[in-house]
């Protein structure tokens, strides 16, 4: 995306109003190097003494969501939702049971797989998405 704490480009481009909120909302995520959940995002704006509440914050999230300026994605272990910042980058996570931090991981194992479903099925792949669940070196110790 692009940096600095202006995302009037990015929401022109999808059609959404400027607001003071959104923007804040991009900046924490374009900054995040984990997916956060709703409730990690708006207690990220009242450290930045920003007036919101937690519904609107699950609003504006969902609506860059439906936008695909933010991935949204569940993690499994705790049902529930986390969002990230669409880079436009295929990468999946390790997820720790412990701290419940996620992590992301370079390169994917399924590339070749998905060929050979295709081959094997003749079913058209059009995405996945892979959690690899343990405990982070912080919580082994």
């Known amino acids: 995306m692009q940096g600095g ?3 009037k480009e990015i ?5 959404l109003k400027s607001t003071k909120h959104r923007n804040a909302i991009l900046g924490i995520m374009e900054e995040g190097d984990e997916p956060l959940t709703a409730e990690a995002v ?9 007036s919101i509440s937690l519904s609107t914050v699950y609003r504006i999230l969902e609506t860059l969501v439906s936008k ?14 986390v969002f990230e910042m669409n880079r436009m980058e295929h990468k999946h ?13 370079e390169g994917c194992p399924f590339e070749e797989y998905e060929k050979k ?19 982070c070196p912080d919580c082994k110790r």
């Open 42 to 50: 708006f207690l990220k704006l009242k450290d930045m003494n920003t």
């Open 5 to 7: 704490s202006d995302y």
């Open 68 to 81: 695909g300026v933010i991935i949204k994605s569940s993690v499994t272990c705790e049902n529930k939702a």
């Open 11 to 15: 929401l022109k481009k999808e059609g």
């Open 117 to 135: 479903l295709k081959g094997l099925r003749g079913f058209d792949i059009t995405g996945h998405k892979l959690e690899i669940y343990g405990v």
């Open 93 to 105: 996570h390790l997820v720790c049971t412990g701290c419940k931090r996620m992590v992301s991981v």
